[in-house]
C-alpha cells in the first residue's frame, strides 16, 4: 500500500448463536483498525412440548435473516453456535421436528450403557472427547428407532443448519463436527465404524468443510453475499480471539460455560487425559483446543432468573466483600446442569456436605464466583501437567471477562496473572476468520492475534490473597491440590 494511502474498508457480519440469545454483529475492519457492531440480538428461548425440550430453530432463523438485513451490505457472513445439537434433513431438504435441546433429559441414563458397549478407552483414542451425556453420540443414541431418524437423509450441526437455509448447500465445519464424538480425531474425518455401530448409516453424516472455506451464497439476502465456514463451534471462534503473545497461556472462554484449557498441535489421548475427563476439540488451523467444560456462569443467571434478574453489578460489588469460602460447590455436580431454582440446589448442596448456607445474594453470588475460580484453577493445572505445557499467563474472553471479581479471584486461584478481553471473543475470531479468507489480514493465527492486541482493551489482574486458603477449599470439595 502506498505510504498516505488509506486501508481498504472490508465489511463482515458474525451470526452468533448462545444457548440464550442470537445475535448479528456488523464487523468493519480497515488496516488494523476493527470495529464491531451488534446490529440485532433476538432471544433463544427453548420449548418444552409432550416432555421434551426443544430449540426454536425457525425462530432462530428468522433472527438471524432480520439481523442480516439490518446489517447492510456486507463482504461475507459466518455462523457459529453451541455445539453438539443438530437438526435432521430429510430427502426433499425439509427439517424433520425442532432440533432436541442437549439439557433435555433423554441421554440421562442411557449414555452410560452406551459408552460401555462401545467402550470408552476406544471412545477416546479414536474421538479424544470428554464424556458428556448430551454428546451427539448419545442424543442419537438416544433416538434411535424414531419416525424423524428413520426418514433422516442429513445429520447438520446447528450453524451448518443455518447455513443450509441461506445457501442451500449441505456440510459439515469441522471444528464442530469434532464435538460430536463419532469424529475420529487422527484422521479428521468421520468415524464410519463408530456411527455404524450405533446403528447408522454413514451417508447422514456430509462432507466436512474447513475453516475458510465459501459454502456459497446467501440467496434470500440483498447482494447474495458469500457464507464462509468459521470456528463454527463458538469456542473455536472464540480461541482464534485469545490475544496471547506466544504459546504459554491458558484460556478460559466464560460464558454459560466455562471452556477451560490450552491449545495444542497435537491431542493427548493418554488414560490419565481420559481418567481426568479432559476433551480435544479440532481447532483453526488445525490447532487442538484441549480443555475441559466446567460448568461456568449459568449457576449465576439461573440464580439471577430465581430472584427476578436483580442489578448483578451492585450483587458483584457486594459479593466482593462478603466472606470468602464461607462455601463452596462442585460447578460440575449433576443437580446444577438442569434449569431452575439454582439457589436452592445450592443450598441443598451445602448442607448436604455439611457448609453454612448463604443467608443472603451476595453471599449467594461469593459462594458460586469462589467455586467457579477454584474449578478454574483445579482445571488450568490439569491442563498443563496433561499435556506438559507450561502456562505464564491466563486469558480471559467472553462475558466472563467483564466480572472483575472473577477475574481477580480467578488469579488469586491460579496464582497466575490473568488477561481479560476481548468480551467479544466469539464474534471477533468468527470476523477474523472470514477476514483473512477475503485476505485482508496476515495468514497465521499469530498475525490475527497481534491485530486483536493492537485493537482491543485488555485488563490485567495480578495475583494476591494465600493459596493455602484456596488448597483448604479444594480439600473441602475433596480435590486435590497442585
Not at 79 to 86: E, R, T
Not at 302 to 309: I, K, L, N, T, V
Request: with cysteine; glycine share 10%; proline share 6%.
Amino acid at each position: 500500500m502506498t505510504a498516505g494511502t488509506p486501508a481498504a474498508v472490508r465489511t463482515f457480519a458474525a451470526v452468533d448463536l448462545g444457548a440464550s440469545s442470537g445475535r448479528v454483529v456488523r464487523a468493519t475492519l480497515a488496516g488494523n483498525d476493527l470495529h464491531l457492531d451488534e446490529v440485532h440480538r433476538f432471544p433463544n428461548e427453548p420449548v418444552s412440548v409432550n416432555g421434551t425440550l426443544h430449540w426454536d430453530v425457525l425462530a432462530l432463523y428468522r433472527g438471524v435473516l432480520e439481523g442480516l438485513r439490518k446489517a447492510g451490505p456486507v463482504d461475507s457472513i459466518g455462523i457459529d453456535s453451541w455445539a453438539v445439537d443438530y437438526g435432521l434433513i430429510d430427502g426433499t431438504g425439509a427439517l424433520l421436528g425442532n432440533p432436541v435441546h442437549y439439557r433435555d433429559a433423554r441421554t440421562t441414563g442411557l449414555w452410560r450403557d452406551v459408552a460401555a458397549r462401545l467402550g470408552e478407552e476406544r471412545l477416546y483414542a479414536t474421538t479424544g472427547l470428554q464424556q458428556l451425556n448430551f454428546n451427539t453420540l448419545y442424543q442419537l443414541s438416544a433416538a434411535a428407532g424414531t419416525p424423524q431418524l428413520g426418514a433422516a437423509r442429513h445429520v447438520l450441526m446447528i450453524p451448518d443448519l443455518i447455513a443450509y437455509w441461506l445457501t442451500g448447500q449441505i456440510g459439515a465445519e469441522i471444528t464442530n463436527a469434532s464435538t460430536t464424538q463419532l469424529f475420529d480425531l487422527r484422521e479428521r474425518a468421520w468415524s464410519t465404524d463408530l456411527i455404524t455401530e450405533i446403528g447408522l448409516d454413514r451417508a447422514l453424516f456430509p462432507p466436512l468443510r474447513e475453516p475458510g472455506t465459501v459454502i456459497g451464497r446467501a440467496r434470500e439476502l440483498a447482494g447474495e453475499p458469500v457464507v464462509v465456514a468459521v470456528g463454527s463451534h463458538d469456542t473455536a471462534s472464540a480461541v482464534v480471539a485469545v490475544p496471547a503473545e506466544g504459546a504459554d497461556f491458558a484460556y478460559i472462554s466464560c460464558g454459560t460455560w466455562s471452556l477451560v484449557g490450552v491449545e495444542l498441535d497435537a491431542p493427548v489421548l493418554s488414560e490419565a487425559s481420559r481418567a481426568a475427563n479432559f476433551t480435544n476439540e479440532g481447532g483453526v488451523d488445525g490447532t487442538i483446543r484441549y480443555l475441559r467444560n466446567v460448568m461456568g456462569l449459568w449457576l449465576l443467571q439461573e440464580s439471577c432468573r430465581a430472584w427476578g434478574d436483580p442489578d448483578l453489578p451492585a450483587l458483584i460489588e457486594a459479593a466482593a466483600t462478603a466472606e470468602p469460602f464461607r462455601s463452596v460447590i462442585d460447578p460440575d455436580h449433576p443437580d446444577f446442569l438442569p434449569p431452575g431454582d439454582m439457589p436452592a440446589r445450592i443450598a441443598d448442596f451445602c448442607r448436604r456436605t455439611g457448609q453454612p448456607i448463604p443467608t443472603d445474594k451476595a453471599q449467594y453470588v461469593r459462594t458460586i464466583l469462589d467455586s467457579l475460580a477454584l474449578a478454574h484453577r483445579r482445571t488450568v493445572v490439569e491442563a498443563s501437567v496433561l499435556s506438559d505445557k507450561r502456562i505464564d499467563v491466563v486469558h480471559v474472553v467472553g462475558g466472563g471477562a467483564r466480572n472483575t471479581l472473577l477475574c481477580q479471584l480467578t488469579a488469586d486461584a491460579c496464582g497466575l496473572p490473568v488477561l481479560a478481553g476481548p468480551v467479544e471473543a466469539t464474534a471477533l475470531g468468527n470476523v477474523l476468520v472470514q477476514a483473512r479468507a477475503a485476505g485482508a489480514t496476515g495468514p497465521s493465527l499469530s498475525d490475527l492475534r497481534a491485530l486483536l492486541r493492537d485493537a482491543q482493551p485488555l485488563v490485567r489482574y495480578e495475583p494476591t490473597g494465600d493459596q493455602a486458603a484456596w488448597d483448604a477449599a479444594a480439600t473441602r470439595l475433596g480435590w486435590e491440590n497442585p
